[in-house]
T-cell receptor, first 113, second 112 residues
Framework: GAGVSQTPSNKVTEKGKYVELRCDPI?????LYWYRQSLGQGPEFLIY????????DSGLPNDRFFAVRPEGSVSTLKIQRTERGDSAVYLC???????????FGQGTRLTVV | DQQVKQNSPSLSVQEGRISILNCDYT??????FLWYKKYPAEGPTFLIS?????DKNEDGRFTVFLNKSAKHLSLHIVPSQPGDSAVYFC???????????FGQGTRLTINP
């Protein structure tokens, strides 16, 4: 498809488990962003990549969260030892460059039980 | 510390009238502002943006106004249509699209 694709669309996991969330950006977009949206709130920045490197990871809440983009295209957000407070919609976005508007995927709804 | 605030959680407007959504910010370093629209179970969709060197930007039915001295921006939709019913987020950044700071959102309902 032409848009940002995120998989899975829904993920239910048990507390303490490890999860991976995948993002396929728009082809040719060099910048990729991860945000987290909790109920009733706006999206909160987690990390952004310029190419393969994480240009700014200041929004990652703690060291249980990690993201990679090894080939400068697909990105994976990894959460270790999940906690109930990690439950949220995780949004990925991409932009042609960091100076142009970002286009969002539909999000992955993560529920930690 | 909420750097971008949308103080109205909801707004109801009659079809055909003007919808005005408001947003306030506290960080004077913000120089790029955007509005996104979000339908349920979908990601936010970019609507319109404005840089701090302008005070108005217009795209069809959508106009964004920026008042830097008041640290306030607004989105005007005229005429409002039923398909405009959604949650609207304003967002700001220090530079470009990176590291957007979002408001809490305003749910707009357009009544027929």
């Amino acid at each position: 498809g032409a848009g940002v694709s995120q998989t899975p669309s829904n993920k239910v996991t048990e507390k303490g488990k490890y999860v991976e969330l995948r993002c396929d950006p728009i082809s040719g977009h060099t910048a990729l962003y991860w945000y987290r949206q909790s109920l009733g709130q706006g999206p909160e920045f987690l990390i952004y990549f310029q190419g393969t490197g994480a240009a700014d990871d200041s929004g990652l809440p703690n060291d249980r969260f990690f993201a990679v983009r090894p080939e400068g295209s697909v990105s994976t957000l990894k959460i270790q030892r999940t906690e109930r407070g990690d439950s949220a919609v995780y949004l990925c976005a991409s932009s042609l460059t960091v100076d142009t508007e970002a286009f969002f995927g539909q999000g992955t709804r993560l529920t930690v039980v | 510390d909420q750097q971008v605030k949308q103080n109205s959680p909801s707004l109801s407007v009659q079809e055909g009238r003007i919808s005005i959504l408001n947003c306030d910010y506290t960080n004077s370093m913000f120089d790029y502002f955007l509005w996104y629209k979000k339908y349920p179970a979908e990601g936010p969709t970019f609507l319109i943006s404005i840089s701090s060197i302008k005070d108005k930007n217009e795209d069809g039915r959508f106009t964004v106004f920026l008042n830097k001295s008041a640290k306030h921006l607004s989105l005007h939709i005229v005429p409002s249509q039923p398909g405009d019913s959604a949650v609207y987020f304003c967002a700001a950044s220090v530079e470009g699209a990176q590291k957007l700071v979002f408001g809490q959102g305003t749910r707009l309902t357009i009544n027929p």
